[in-house]
Each structure stands twice: as C-alpha cells, then as structure tokens.
C-alpha cells in the first residue's frame, strides 16, 4: 500500500484554481475590452471573484480550528479551497450565488463543520469564529484599495464599477457575519464568553437567525439604514455608490448593459 503524503489534505484543489483562472480571464476581459459582451464578462468575474472569496472564509475557519486544535480538519478536505468539500455546499455556495444574481447582497453561509470539543480555550473558539468575516474584511480592503489609493481614476468604466460591487458583496457579507445574532459567525465569537444556561436557551434558534436577518432586511426601514451603513462604508473607503449600483447593472447583463453616457465621471 502506498502511504499518503502528509501534505496531501493541504493541496490546492484544480477546482479552485479553475475559478482562480476563470476570475483573471474574466477580469482582463473587462478591463481590456476585449470581451463581446462586457455584462457577460462582469457577471463571470463576480460569481467567480465571489465563489474564491466564500472558499477563502470557509478555509479561514478551517485554518484556525485547525491550529486551536481540531486536527480532524485535514482530513475533511477543508484545507484544499475545494467547495465540493465543504459540509453544506447548497448553504455555503449556491444560496450565496443566488442571492447575489437576485439581490446584489453577500450572504454569509455555513460550511464547515468543526470539532468544538477538540478546541480548548474559549478565546480560540471565538478567534475561529471571528476568522472568516474577517477574511471578508480583509478583502474588501483589498479590493477597494485601488480606489482609496488613486489608482482607478484611468481604469475602464465597467471595470471599476464590476470591482466597486464585488467589494461591496464583501462589505455585506463582513457585516452581516459579524452580526451577533445564533447561526451567524458574530454570535460564534460571542457563545464561549456566555453562561451554559443562556447558551442552553438560544441553541434552538440558531438554524433560523439568518432567515430572520433577512425578514428584518424586508422591513424598508431597517432595509434602508442597512444600505446607508454599507454606502457609508464603501465611501470611506473610496468607492461611491453610484460605481457598485451600475456595477450591478452590469452584472446583470440579461437585463441589458447601463448606458455609458448617464455614467457619472
């Protein structure tokens, strides 16, 4: 029998890589022009740009329970940024995706399963918790750099504004991981520094907190201070509100590309 190289568990998957490549060419393509439909290209480089960053929450999560202590993590494949490995792909891939062809939101998803009782300390419990979002963060750093910077002032129309949403599906998703409410990645950070009986009272609820984040988002007053919050956000950070909104005009390329003239510069 051939032995397994202890590194196996840790290789990156051809999936991810696959999404990797098809982010770069879908990027150049918006960029350069070169594509025939520029709305096509923008809706590949966010569903792909959107898809690595759900694999590099997932893999943050992974990462540190792994270092608390969970050493069963390797072998469920959750270090190779493979999706397919993921232990609620609907939740953690395709609902996020849909969510954001329908509604232009970064829904934050569960994924990997963890060991707690491996993981020892409650500030290690909170630190995996806390990893994910911040990987959202993080990115929506990263992403909006160029625009804080001084460094999209030149750049294609459609390509800034395809950046400026895909920053934004980061804000969201940040913000709304971090809320403190059961199932999110907030209450995550929050349960360990808790009593066992307030824990005990909670649990049954925590299958239904995301449903509820979303019920509250339908309520148009709590729905619009949420989108002047993540506005506020972006504009501190350089981007405007009117680069994500066409950049989700853009997205949606079925229903026809903005009209470059009404674009402000």
């Known amino acids: 029998m051939t032995a397994t190289h202890p590194r196996t568990d840790r290789r990156i998957s051809p999936i991810f890589l696959a999404l990797v490549a098809v982010l770069g060419v879908s990027a150049w393509g918006v960029w350069s022009g070169f594509a025939t439909n520029t709305g096509f290209a923008v ?3 966010v569903v792909s740009g959107w898809i690595v960053s759900l694999c590099l929450h997932e893999y943050a999560h992974a990462r540190t329970a792994l270092h608390g202590g969970d050493l069963s993590i390797g072998a469920k494949g959750y270090l190779t940024l493979n999706p397919l490995k993921y232990t609620h792909a609907l939740l953690s891939i395709v609902l996020p995706v849909l969510f954001v062809i329908m509604g232009g939101i970064g829904l934050p998803g569960g994924a990997v399963f963890i060991e707690r009782d491996r993981v ?10 806390a990893a994910g979002p911040l990987v959202n963060a993080f990115l ?4 909006t750099a160029p625009f804080w910077l001084g460094a999209m002032d030149d750049a294609p129309v459609a390509f800034r504004c395809a950046l400026a949403f895909l920053a934004m599906l980061q804000v969201t998703a940040a913000l709304l991981n971090f809320l403190p409410v059961p199932g999110l990645d907030g209450y995550g950070v929050l349960e360990p ?18 449903l509820a984040v979303f019920a509250c988002l339908w309520i148009p007053e709590v729905n619009a201070v949420f989108w002047t919050g993540i506005d506020a956000v972006l504009e501190a950070l350089g981007v405007s509100w009117w680069e994500t909104a066409y950049g989700l005009e853009y997205f949606r390329f079925w229903e026809g590309e903005p009209p470059t003239g009404l674009i402000p510069r």
Do not use: D
């Not at 020892?120 to 918790?129: P, T, V």
């Open 140 to 143: 929506a750093l990263a992403l």
């Open 43 to 45: 809706f590949l480089f």
């Open 120 to 129: 020892r300390g409650r500030l290690r419990h909170s630190l995996i918790s």
């Open 193 to 210: 520094w808790l009593s066992y009986r307030i824990r005990r009272q909670v649990e049954p609820f925590a299958p239904f907190g995301l």
